[in-house]
């Protein structure tokens, strides 16, 4: 199903589209960080509660 938003508000265009949302399981979460934090050249994950 196709919709235009060319007639949506920027407020409805800026939400969560439920139907394209993908579920990654924890495996997949490290390999994507693991894969951030290598393309920026840092040597381990940033610790967030830092």
């Given amino acids: ?4 938003y060319g ?3 920027d407020d ?3 939400r969560d589209d439920l139907s394209t949302r993908i ?3 924890d495996d997949e979460m ?6 951030i934090v290598e393309g920026l050249g ?3 994950i ?3 509660s830092k």
């Fill in 30 to 35: 490290d390999n994507i960080r693991r894969s």
């Fill in 23 to 25: 579920e990654l399981n």
């Fill in 46 to 48: 940033p610790d967030p």
């Fill in 7 to 9: 007639e949506l508000s």
């Fill in 42 to 44: 840092l040597k381990r």
């Fill in 1 to 4: 199903m196709s919709r235009d």
């Fill in 12 to 14: 409805e265009t800026s």
